[in-house]
């Protein structure tokens, strides 16, 4: 049995693995991984993938980058994990000082849980807490947008508009106010952005006209709902959404867990429209996809509603046993010391102004219908017939076969349904970049030219 093989076969005997029918492993090879470096994995045969969603989005300066792998050495000799209750260190400290100098204006606070769901689990707690701490216990409900995704946590999943994640689990899920995406894939023929974010911004006005008096806030993706398919609005829609929640008295809580970090062509996608959202969750992109991490940032007015005598039992009562662990707080310092010493956003606007020139294209292409692109994250739609806009059936996998035909050439392609995107590592080179569109645009071809 070669050593790919083995590796495959123990792993499908014990491992159940994340987002996966495992009956489809059957016939669709799990891609075992010895290594990685820079955008590149490699397998146990020397077979290397390209690495062009950056794993799950976590990944923006490339695996095992030197300066993040030295500062986690360094830091394993110091000190490995303290608890945060009654403790405090030095690379939590560190951190939250950068975080708050980064994030938008008044984010003073930091609050640390170890993955995204977690973080959003934190951010609605906290908000319903702040209002129970202000006298209106009745604010128990949250405003979210349709194809929206929190994570797959309870309360984070009772919030995402995702069907094919959510739809199982109903039953146990707390219902939220849900309003129509402002996603301008669905804007009319030759409508602006701009003009279809602020039509659809008018269902979040009237939600938050009726349901104000019981709900503790709205939660949203700024920019891109990434796992609804990498659909995308215009930043518009944060500005009137943030003038909305304060005259209606409801917290805000941005998910910048996947578009943070320079995602989108800023540091954190809220600052498209220049706002401070009350809660901002953050994670993947926070330690470059090394070590899982994740926080909560909170302005100043929602930390000083829980501070009080203990009597008052007014403290925000959550954590978790890894909550702000050295390691993963060092690899975040490494991440945000690799912004400070390049000027990351600059390039990563050449980057994207490549990947775009190299997947136009497909515009003219007889299945896709729609490209889009938001800084780093670039998407393509296919349809079975785009002048009619009728969708291939999910039941015909086409992404799957782009997905297929990505692994046979060595392009790690991950799409979402219909939707082929890259997302890759931030450090991709020219080269690397015309290898993964060339690559992405032979596996639409083929995807789509089978009946
Ligand atoms: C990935 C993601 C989450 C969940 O984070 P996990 O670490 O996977 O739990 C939440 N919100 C958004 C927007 C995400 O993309």
Redesign the pocket.
């Known amino acids: 049995m070669s050593l790919n093989e083995n590796w495959k076969n123990r792993s499908l005997a014990h491992v159940w693995h994340p987002c996966t029918q495992m009956k489809d492993h059957q016939w669709l090879p799990l891609v075992p991984v010895k290594s990685a470096e820079g955008v590149w994995l490699e397998d146990f045969e020397g077979k290397r993938y390209l690495d062009a969603v950056s794993s799950?989005?976590?990944n923006i300066f490339g695996h095992r980058h030197p300066h993040i792998v030295a500062r986690l050495k360094e830091q394993l000799d110091q000190l490995d994990h303290v608890m945060l209750g009654g403790f405090t260190h030095e690379p939590v400290v560190t951190l939250s000082e950068k975080l708050c100098a980064l994030a938008p204006k008044g984010l003073t606070r930091c609050f640390y849980a170890d993955?995204?769901?977690?973080?959003?689990e934190v951010a609605l707690k906290m908000a319903h807490h702040y209002w129970r701490n202000l006298g209106k216990p009745q604010k128990t409900r949250y405003i979210s947008l349709s194809n929206?995704?929190?994570?797959?946590?309870l309360g984070?999943l009772a919030v995402?508009g995702t069907g094919l994640y959510r739809d199982s689990y109903t039953p146990l899920l707390m219902q939220p106010i849900q309003v129509l995406s402002p996603d301008c894939f669905d804007r009319s023929p030759g409508e602006a952005w701009e003009d279809h974010t602020r039509r659809r911004f008018r269902h979040m006005e009237e939600a938050l006209e009726r349901h104000a008096g019981e709900v503790a806030a709205v939660i949203v993706?700024p920019l891109v709902?990434?796992?609804g398919g990498m659909r995308m609005y215009h930043p518009i829609y944060l500005r009137l959404l943030r003038e909305a929640c304060t005259r209606h008295g409801v917290l805000l809580i941005a998910?910048?867990?996947?578009?943070g970090f320079g995602r989108t062509g800023r540091m954190f996608a809220s600052d498209w429209a220049g706002i401070t959202p009350d809660l901002m969750?953050i994670?993947?992109g926070l330690t470059s996809g090394t070590l899982?991490l994740?926080a909560v940032m909170s302005t100043d007015e929602i930390y000083q509603a829980f501070y009080d005598d203990y009597a008052s039992y007014k403290a925000f009562l959550h954590s978790h046993s890894f909550t702000g662990n050295p390691l993963a707080c060092t690899a975040a310092l490494a991440t945000l010391e690799l912004f400070e010493r390049s000027d990351v956003l600059a390039a990563n606007r050449r980057s994207a102004a490549m990947m775009w020139a190299a997947m136009t294209e497909l515009s003219s292409h007889r299945h896709v219908i729609d490209i889009r692109q938001q800084g780093m994250i670039l998407a393509v739609e296919l349809a079975k017939n785009p002048r009619k806009r009728e969708e291939y059936p999910a039941a015909e996998r086409r992404g799957l076969r782009v997905y297929q035909y990505g692994l046979e050439k060595g392009v790690l392609l991950r799409p979402l349904g219909n939707v082929v995107y890259l997302m890759p590592p931030y450090v991709i080179t020219p080269e690397e970049i015309v290898t993964m569109c060339q690559t992405a645009i032979e596996g639409i071809d083929i995807a789509t030219s089978e009946p």
Not at 148 to 153: D, P, S
Not at 255 to 259: L, P, R
């Open positions: 799950w989005w976590t993955n995204g769901s977690s973080a959003v929206g995704y929190h994570g797959e946590t984070a995402s993706e709902q990434c796992a998910d910048e867990i996947a578009v969750c994670s993947k899982p994740a």
